[in-house]
């Protein structure tokens, strides 16, 4: 068998999986339709669906929410009391305009990774898209009503600090709404209490709505990865594109851990604390997305009550603190096939942090330590290979004497193998048994928030960014040198010069073509990525360096 080109079909396949993923499609696969999923709200007529909003234009109102006769003009936002909450991790500004969130300022994330930098907004709606966190009771309690504050600010008592408003709905229906908030906790509560004080009975479903838009990042990767409505339906997670949407409502059932807009490193969450059946809707177009959590009918008799509770999380998609505060958050993180190898790698990750304080010094140690794992069966590959090297004027006296009768050059080939004792696939498994360990660090490297504007040394302030070094002038399509990648780049081919092949002349040039193609497709990737990969040529260089120098000994 020949190993060359044994070796050479894994590593385009290799160079498949990343590059059709890099230059045609996401990296999240479009997930299945859920059971009891259908394309339009129950109860919603064809009318209706075709008056939602188009993908072009953005709506006045939430389109969701049904009109009410006598319901007061919709309330101008701008003219809207605000009262603004101050936490250790965020400002947020709540309005009586419905009692949405306006703003949503994280002070542990910045917009980018300039000094100067503001804090990242979690809340970037224009006006006319309406804002998050309205409630609504069917048609009989409509999202765009006016709340009145009952307390002029929020005063924290032992690390937590209450906000009420109120207010009436056209139908006569009392609405009470409950903020509560943690000096220290990205998770909020929120209860909604409607009461009946009316002389007749009245039915509604709860609905809580979000308005969001895509969070602005500055990787290069961000319009490939996911950024859009997402839940943990009946113990799976669902992440939805625009396309399934984009043309009308589309309407998921099911018990729900969690309702979300998420993008790469953050999310937006709606936490039920019933576990009830209940119905997701979404819609909108990659500019925005309207989704709604709706609970089951319910009746309030006169004098009678009703109390909804909720929890909601605004914060970072960091794995650590997803998991300390439950719910399957952290489910929101999803590392693909190679999970089981990617957790235990950001952990390691952490693990070297909480000592240097700089995640490309923990990656550089990452990358020792995977290679020193997989030290032993690069070292027999390699010698595998520096011994098929040498059996190569044999096999050529083989081919060219049974070039006539394939089946006896195969037979006499394989006896060769025998009598030398090598083995033909020796030099690609231990590349077969790397591409995991590969991926699932991608994976990490690409979606974890702790390297998102983390600086490494130099030019390199953003880890999660491609490197580029300003040269006093732009670079046409690059802006500036992206000098890490070159560099990894010449590390490739001093490697592929020193790594011993069983290839002809011709095939040789080609397989030298290779660290081209990998500068060319790394020129995007995030610094970290190119990094670890950097790293990882420099060690197998030693690595080849060591065993000419124990070959040359023993020849």
């Known amino acids: 068998m020949d190993t060359y080109r044994a070796f050479l079909a894994i590593l385009i396949s290799f160079l498949i999986l990343i590059g059709y993923q890099y230059f045609f499609v996401g990296f999240q696969t479009e997930q299945p339709v859920a059971e009891?999923?259908?394309?339009?709200?129950?109860?919603?007529?064809?009318?209706?669906?075709?008056?939602?909003?188009?993908t072009t234009q953005l709506p006045q109102t939430v389109p969701m929410q049904p009109s009410v006769t006598g319901a007061p003009p919709a309330m101008n936002q701008e003219q809207a009391s605000r009262i603004t909450v101050d936490t250790d991790l965020f400002t947020a500004v709540i309005s009586e305009a419905g009692g949405a969130i306006k703003s949503f300022v994280l002070k542990n994330h910045t917009e980018t990774s300039a000094e100067d930098s503001p804090g990242k907004q979690l809340v970037e709606n224009a006006p006319q898209l309406g804002y998050p966190m309205k409630f609504s009771w069917g048609s009989v309690v409509p999202a765009d009503i006016y709340y009145k504050l009952e307390n002029g600010n929020v005063t924290f008592v032992d690390g937590r600090g209450e906000l009420r408003m109120s207010a009436v709905a056209p139908s006569g229906l009392k609405v009470e709404k409950t903020y509560v908030f943690s000096k220290d906790n990205y998770l909020m509560d929120l209860a909604v209490r409607v009461s009946n004080p009316t002389s007749q009975s009245l039915q509604g479903n709860p609905q809580l709505t979000q308005v969001n838009v895509p969070f602005q990042e500055s990787s290069a990767f961000n319009r490939f990865l996911f950024s859009g409505p997402a839940a943990y339906i009946n113990n799976q997670l669902k992440e939805y594109e625009t396309k399934e949407f984009e043309d009308g409502p589309k309407t998921v059932q099911g018990i729900f851990d969690w309702v979300a807009y998420e993008g790469t490193y953050f999310m937006c969450a709606i936490i039920p604390q019933e576990k009830?059946?209940?119905?997701?809707?979404?819609?909108?177009?990659?500019?925005?997305?309207?989704?709604?959590?709706?609970?089951?009918?319910?009746?309030?008799?006169?004098?009678?009550?009703?109390?909804y509770n909720y929890r909601v999380f605004y914060g970072p998609k960091k794995l650590s603190l997803l998991q300390e505060i439950g719910f399957n958050l952290d489910k929101?993180?999803?590392?693909?096939?190679?999970?089981?190898?990617?957790?235990?790698?950001?952990?390691?990750?952490?693990?070297?942090?909480?000592?240097?304080?700089?995640?490309?010094?923990?990656?550089?140690?990452?990358?020792?330590?995977?290679?020193?794992?997989?030290?032993p069966i690069t070292q027999k590959g390699l010698k595998s290979m520096k011994n098929m090297q040498k059996l190569q004027p044999k096999m050529l006296k083989l081919k060219e004497k049974y070039?006539?009768?394939?089946?006896?050059?195969?037979?006499?080939?394989?006896?060769?193998?025998?009598?030398?004792?090598?083995?033909?696939?020796?030099?690609?498994?231990?590349?077969l048994l790397q591409i995991p360990v590969f991926f699932a660090l991608y994976k990490v490297l690409l979606l974890c928030i702790e390297l998102r504007h983390a600086p490494f040394m130099l030019w390199i302030n953003?880890?999660?960014?491609?490197?580029?070094?300003?040269?006093?002038?732009?670079?046409?399509?690059?802006?500036?040198?992206?000098?890490?990648?070159?560099?990894?780049?010449a590390s490739m081919f001093l490697q592929q010069k020193m790594t011993p092949t069983t290839a002809d002349p011709t095939q040789a040039k080609i397989m030298m073509m290779l660290p081209v193609f990998f500068t060319f497709m790394f020129v995007n990737f995030a610094s970290g990525l190119v990094l670890y990969w950097f790293t990882n040529n420099l060690l197998s260089i030693l690595q080849q360096q060591l065993i000419n120098r124990s070959a040359a000994k023993t020849a």
């Open 36 to 54: 009891g999923e259908q394309a339009q709200q129950p109860g919603q007529s064809s009318q209706q669906a075709t008056q939602q909003p188009s």
């Open 332 to 375: 929101s993180i999803d590392f693909g096939w190679f999970d089981f190898i990617a957790k235990p790698t950001l952990w390691l990750l952490n693990y070297f942090h909480s000592y240097v304080k700089n995640y490309g010094i923990a990656i550089i140690l990452v990358t020792i330590i995977f290679k020193a794992l997989f030290w």
């Open 403 to 431: 070039k006539n009768d394939p089946q006896a050059m195969n037979r006499e080939v394989m006896n060769l193998y025998k009598t030398y004792k090598v083995n033909p696939l020796g030099g690609c498994l231990p590349m």
């Open 276 to 307: 009830s059946q209940a119905t997701f809707t979404m819609q909108g177009s990659e500019d925005y997305a309207y989704t709604q959590y709706a609970g089951t009918l319910d009746t309030l008799s006169p004098g009678e009550a009703k109390v």
């Open 462 to 489: 953003d880890l999660s960014a491609p490197d580029r070094l300003w040269i006093g002038f732009e670079i046409p399509w690059l802006g500036g040198l992206p000098v890490l990648t070159l560099l990894m780049g």
